[in-house]
């Protein structure tokens, strides 16, 4: 067996991300995770930076607990429109926003010009 010293394991952090795809998320399942005012205010501060950019550490401002957090992202991951990735101690988010719109036309669009008023 060949081992290759440049290749790193992936950590446990890591391997318990899943991402699906947002064409095998039901409608429902969309409109469940969006329903969500937390949720959809990550939506919408996700949309307006580069991909890659926000770590889930910078989502301070939200009132919400860090458990709490880490399961709204779950479940923005859950329905397709969330990929993350580790880099370093920092989990880098993506918005999905061309594959969600895909398979929902027009729903991302409602949320993000959603006043927060």
């Known amino acids: 067996m060949e081992h290759y010293s440049n290749v790193r394991p992936q950590s446990n952090r890591a391997r318990n991300l899943t991402h699906m795809s947002p064409i095998e998320v039901s409608l429902q399942a969309a409109l ?10 990550i939506v919408r501060e996700l949309a307006v930076v580069p991909d890659w950019t926000r770590p889930c550490g910078t989502f301070n401002d939200l009132p919400v607990a860090k458990s709490t957090l880490s399961h709204h992202f779950a479940v923005l991951r859950n329905v397709g429109l969330l990929e993350q990735r580790d880099e370093g101690t920092r989990r880098l988010n993506r918005l999905r926003r061309a594959e969600f719109d ?6 991302l669009t409602l949320v993000l ?3 927060e008023g």
Request: hydrophobic share 35%; aromatic share 6%; net charge neutral.
């Open 32 to 41: 469940d995770a969006l329903g969500d005012p937390v949720r959809r205010r």
């Open 102 to 107: 895909a398979r929902f036309p027009g729903l």
């Open 113 to 115: 010009a959603e006043d």
